[in-house]
C-alpha cells in the first residue's frame, strides 16, 4: 500500500493553490492523497499567519488530530506562512512536529517527505523556489471543477509596516505571461467557467519577458496580461488582490474592452486617514485612493468594490477613525473585511507603542461594521427584481434544495436549484436580500 498524506488548508487563496500544487506533485510522486487525518501516514497543515496566534492554533490542530487516532502516529508536518516564519522554533515547540515546510519549498514537498518518514531526522526547508519549478496544476487536480485560482504573481515588495506577508511570502515573483496563457486555455478547454488570476498585489505583475503579451497592448504589464488573458475566451474572469498605488485606470478601460473581465475589484485601503496610511507606509493618500475608485465607478459597466480595513492602528485617534468613517461613506462599497490590529512580530509597527485599547478597537470595529451593513444592505435591496446570471458552484450549506454560486460581480447568491446542474451559469431573479448574500430564482440556463 502506497504512504497516503493529508493536507488540510488555512487562509488565502494562495495556499488553496499551493495545496493543489503538493497534492499534484505528491500523486506524482506515488503518494495516495488522503481526505482525512485520522488514518493517513502523513498529515500536513498548510498554514496562514495573517490571523492572530496563527502557530498557537497549528499546535491546537495537531492536539485535536491526535484524540481522532488510534495507534500509529503520523509525520505531522507544517507548510506555509507559519512553517516560513517559524521555522526551527516549530520543533522547539512541538515534539511532535517532523517537518516543516517553508512558502517556496512547496516542489520539494515528496522528497522532503521521504526524509521525515525515515523519522530519525526532523526535516526543515526554508529555502527559495527552484528555477525549474513549474507553477502549474493540472485541470483535473482542481479543489473546485468549476472555479480555478491561478496564481500570476507571488510574494510582496510592499512592507507595510503591520504586515507580515513580505517576510512569510518573500519577495513579488511573476510568473511567465506565456505560461499562465498556456493554463487558462487548458482549463478552459477542460470546461472551467471562472478563474481567478490571484497574487498579494496582481497588479504589480512583472515578470521577466514580455512572452505571450507581444500582441497585446496596455499602459501596464498587467493591463496587458488581462487582455490577452480575456483573449482566450474564458468565460469569467476575476483577479485579486489589487494594490491602490498600482491601480492603474487602464485595468478599468481592460475591463470595459471585455465582458469576460468580471465587473468587480477588491483594492484594499486599511484606513481613510492620510496620518495613519503614512503610518502603515502604505505608498497612497486618501485622495490618491479616491481617484482610482472615480475610475472605477466611472466604467461603462457597474463595477462591485470590495475592501479590507485595519481599525486601531498604533497612534490611530479618534479623528483617524472619523477619516476612514468617511472615506467608507464616500466609497459605499460592495463588501468590506474589517480587522482590529494586532501586532506581528518582527514587523515594523509591532516597536510601535500600541496606545488604542481593546475595548476602543472594538467599538471602532462595531460602529464601522455598522455602517457597513447598512449601505450594503442598500446595494443589495438595489438587486432586488433584477436579473442575474450566477455560476451555480455547489449544493448550498445551509439548505439541501438550494445551490449557491457568485455572480460576476462576485456577490453569492443561494436559490433552489432543481431546474439547474451544478457547473451551469444560471440567470437569476433577485427576490430576498441576506445580509451577505442574495436569494433568488432560477429562470434558465442563462
Ligand atoms: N493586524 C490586523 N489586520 C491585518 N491585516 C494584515 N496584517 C494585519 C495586522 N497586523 C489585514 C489587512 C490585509 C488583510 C488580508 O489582513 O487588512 O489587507
Ligand atoms: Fe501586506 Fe501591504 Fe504587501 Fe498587502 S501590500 S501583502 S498589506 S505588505
Redesign the pocket.
Known sequence: MSTSVYVETFG?QMNVADSERAAVRLRAAGYELSDRPNNADVVIFNTCS???RAAHKVFTRIGEVRRTRLGVEPVFGVMGCVAQLEGETLFDNSPLVNLVVGTRATDRLPALIDRALDRKQRVIDLGERDETDAWDVPATARTSPYVAFVPIIEGCNKF?T????PFSRGREKSRSAAEIIDEVKQLRDYGYREIHLIGQNVNSYRPKTEAGLEQFKGATLFARLLRAVAATGMERIKFT?SFPRDFHPDIVAAIDENENLCNWVHL?V?SGSDRVLRAMRRGHTAADYLRRIESIKNARRQIAITS???VG?PGETEQDFRDTMTLVSNVRYDGL????????PG?P?AKLNDDVTRTEKTARFLELEELQKRQQRTIYESYVGREINVLAESVSAKSESDLTGHTTCHKVVNFPGRSVKLGEVAAVRVTDVKQNSLYGEALAAA
Do not use: L, M
Request: glycine content about 0%; hydrophobic content about 35%; aromatic content about 20%.
Open positions: 488565502c495573517v490571523r492572530e507595510c503591520y504586515c507580515i506577508v488582490t484594499p486599511q479590507d480595513i485595519i492602528f473585511y474589517i480587522f482590529k490590529y494586532s501586532e506581528r514587523t509597527a
